[in-house]
């Protein structure tokens, strides 16, 4: 039975669900922090380094996954990432060793996580043409839900069950729910496949030079998300806020990262993925200091949200740069490579900030390092949008001759 054109947007919506498993999955280190200070006094250095592993193992699988992305069915690597995910949540519930901890994370990125990212938005870049931005900021607007529902939902179950069982419970839900969910994703039809993969990159810049700078850029931008992805709610509980309003802080910064996510998917239609991108890091590397300066009171949730907002559609616009940097046919590679330099900056700004509280006893210096990693970002960008700026100002004389009539004299058309 042939697949009929609204299956696309059905592809979405399981895609969708995939992305908020796997980065509700993420989630659970910044909530766990609290419980296993508590109960065995580890450091957070070495907490925060568990959620660098988890990102240096979804950087490394997510390499393999790519390159499955391009070549075997979707559905099934899909399921198999959200199994082993669900599996290392219920394997957490039963350790007493941080180093056990760290390793189950290292595996969730490297076998779990990874088989969820780039499989899931390549099959998703194949079924739209146009309109792409729009699908891909629907798709990663699952993973900013699910990073805002699971902190409250997890911190909940903690308090009314304990932190080991409460992991088991969720851990077998996402096995539960995810894995079938995004089981039947499949690919387009081959000769929809086939237009797509001929299709040329949208810039004038060769990939050689643009993907390694959308990698550098992804690099910088995770640096500074790092650092509100795994201590936000440290951060919070420092300050004065109970579990529950630290948590419900995380849940306003990540829900109005949704609305950045579906948001930037029409900015990017309209105004290009590479304009999108910086204007929506310049409010992401505006605000991501005003956290250590705006208080208890309602300021810092209104920070919360307009960092939010930048925080989730750079990816949107992110992916969608990935798109019009290379040739449909390598984007599943493209996305895995340029995801390898993003988890290790998530890595790094979450270490480094774990790192930098336990010798100051405060996130100041974190937050700084943040917002000059952001400031980084931003040159990068630059530097990316002169390059393809000064290609098409090369090409333009040359399609003008090529348009000119024969009878034109060779030298007016110079």
């Known amino acids: ?204 810049v060769a990939p050689a030079v643009s993907l390694p700078l959308l990698a550098l850029a992804a690099l910088t931008c995770c640096i500074l998300m790092g650092v509100p992805t795994v201590h936000l709610v440290a951060f919070a509980l420092g300050e004065g806020f109970d579990a529950a309003s630290a948590t419900r802080l995380m849940s306003v910064l990540m829900l109005s990262g949704v609305v950045g996510r579906i948001a930037a998917g029409p900015l990017v239609d309209r105004l290009g993925p590479l304009a999108t991108y910086a204007a929506l890091s310049v409010v992401q590397t505006g605000t991501v200091y005003l956290f250590v300066l705006a208080g208890t009171g309602p300021l810092i949730h209104a920070v919360a949200a307009a960092y939010g907002f930048g925080f989730g559609g750079v990816m949107t616009a992110s992916v969608c740069a990935v798109r019009a940097a290379v040739p449909a046919r390598s984007v599943g590679s493209a996305m895995a490579l340029v995801a390898l330099l993003a988890w290790i900056g998530m890595g790094a700004g979450g270490y480094q900030a774990g790192l930098c509280f336990d010798a100051t006893g405060s996130y100041d210096l974190p937050f700084l390092f943040a917002a000059l990693a952001g400031a980084a970002n931003l040159a990068i960008l630059g530097l990316l949008a002169l390059l393809i700026r000064r290609a098409r100002a090369r090409r333009a004389p040359t399609a003008h001759r090529a348009a000119l009539p024969a009878t034109v004299p060779a030298a007016l058309a110079a």
């Open 1 to 204: 039975m042939p697949l009929s054109i609204p299956y696309r947007w059905r592809a979405v919506a399981a895609a969708f669900v995939g992305m908020a498993g796997g980065y509700g999955a993420i989630t659970t280190i910044a909530v766990l922090i609290a419980p296993f200070e508590g109960e065995f006094g580890w450091l957070r250095s070495d907490l925060s380094l568990a959620y660098m592993l988890l990102t240096i193992g979804a950087a490394l699988g997510g390499l393999i996954a790519g390159r499955l992305a391009d070549r075997l069915p979707t559905g099934p690597i899909a399921a198999t990432g959200a199994v082993i995910v669900g599996a290392g949540l219920v394997a957490i519930g039963f350790q007493t060793r941080i180093e056990a901890i760290q390793g189950i994370y290292l595996t969730i990125g490297f076998l779990g996580f990874a088989c969820l990212y780039a499989p899931l938005l390549t099959t998703v870049s194949l079924w739209f043409q146009r309109g792409l931005g729009l699908a891909v900021g629907l798709v990663t607007a699952g993973g900013t839900l699910g990073q805002a529902l699971v902190p409250p939902l997890f911190q909940a179950m903690i308090a009314g069950m304990g932190w080991r069982a409460a992991c088991m419970v969720l851990g077998i839900g996402f096995i539960l729910t995810i894995a079938p969910a995004v089981l039947p994703l499949r690919k387009p039809p081959l000769r929809v496949v086939g237009a797509a993969v001929e299709a040329a990159p949208a810039w004038p």
